[in-house]
């Protein structure tokens, strides 16, 4: 004879509606009810998907996305990889801006909470910063780290930032670079640590310590990272390289160089991790390191759908490799010489 929902609930002690809440995550539930339903599941052999399958509930077949910077080009091309990759599996998403301030995210996580999402593809505003996550821990809400990492045990898709920086940092040292300065971004963000990490990784294997004035920090965006730049070309020993951090502070150096009437890369070298739709236009043309944004944004909705049909799956981390895109503004021709 068949174990029925009616059976999980007689053993849990609870309602019915309490089961279906706990499993669908509909509404929050005292954790003691919610620990004797999962224990009532677990004696009864019911899957939570045969469970949700005879619960009859609908989902709302929504997915809530929350990033740090919708302007970003970068977020641009990922969530529209996750929108696609969604519909694909008939759900439609909610997005929504934190700005990447932690308090922001919170109240961002509340409002997709409370519009009962299925689950929530989010770049966390900070790593040091455990609100965000503890809350959607203690709704039951599925999540799925992208772009920075806040808890390395919890499902992520990033980039290899580490790996791709250092790659940029050894080309300009190849070509004949020794001073070579970082636009670093916004602190607190594991993207901004990761690829200062790699910048001096790459500097090491050209046999130079990284000077730790020329690090600076660009705040991931553009007016921070000119006035960062100009600080950095009044120096009595400016740079003859930049690497930006990221693309908004790529743009903001550029500003800043041209201010000055300081040529790329006649005068200095500018490259930049990010690429973007018009890097290839700029003259001269940029070299970046390409994130795979369309594989980050379908590999995480994936992750997330994954995790919603198995609950409790064990926790993912994926880095995909970034590659270089080869232009000019290094100082090299398409050639790779200088």
């Given at each position: ?36 339903v999962l224990e009532a599941i677990r004696q009864t052999g019911y899957t939570p ?86 809350y959607l821990d203690q709704r039951g809400i599925p999540f799925v780290q992208i772009?920075?990492?806040a808890d390395p045990s919890r499902d992520y898709v990033v980039a290899r930032n ?177």
């Open positions: 004879m068949s174990v029925t929902i009616r059976d999980v609930s007689v053993l849990a002690g609870v309602s019915l509606s309490t089961v279906s809440h706990v499993i669908n995550n509909t509404r929050a539930v005292s954790e003691e009810a919610r620990r004797r998907n045969s469970l949700a399958r005879s619960l009859k509930v609908a989902e709302t077949r929504t997915i809530g996305i929350a990033v740090g910077d919708l302007p970003n080009p970068y977020f641009t091309d990922v969530i529209y990889a996750l929108e696609a990759r969604a519909r694909q599996s008939g759900f439609t998403i909610l997005l929504s801006d934190h700005g990447n301030d932690p308090e922001l995210e919170l109240q961002a996580l509340r409002v997709l909470a409370e519009r009962r999402v299925d689950g929530i593809v989010l770049a966390p505003a900070s790593n040091r910063n455990r609100a965000a996550l503890e772009d920075r990492i580490k790996a791709a920086t250092r790659g940029l940092v050894r080309h300009l040292c190849e070509i004949g670079h020794r001073r070579i300065a970082m636009l670093a971004g916004l602190n607190g963000l594991s993207t901004s640590s990761e690829r200062i990490a790699g910048f001096k990784a790459g500097m090491r294997d050209c046999g130079l310590e990284a000077d730790p004035g020329l690090i600076v920090s660009g705040l991931s965006r553009i007016e921070p990272a000119q006035a960062a730049t100009l600080v950095l070309m009044r120096r009595p020993a400016p740079p003859t390289g930049i690497v930006a951090g990221n693309n908004l502070m790529a743009l903001g150096a550029m500003r800043a160089l041209r201010e000055l009437n300081l040529r790329v890369p006649q005068d200095i070298a500018l490259v930049s991790f990010d690429d973007f739709a018009w890097a290839d236009l700029f003259s001269p043309r940029m070299t970046t390191i390409a994130q795979p944004c369309r594989e980050i944004g379908e590999r995480a909705m994936d992750m997330l759908l994954d995790r919603l049909r198995l609950p409790g799956g064990p926790a993912r981390g994926l880095r995909l490799p970034a590659t270089l895109q080869h232009r000019q503004s290094c100082g090299c021709g398409m050639d790779g010489h200088a």
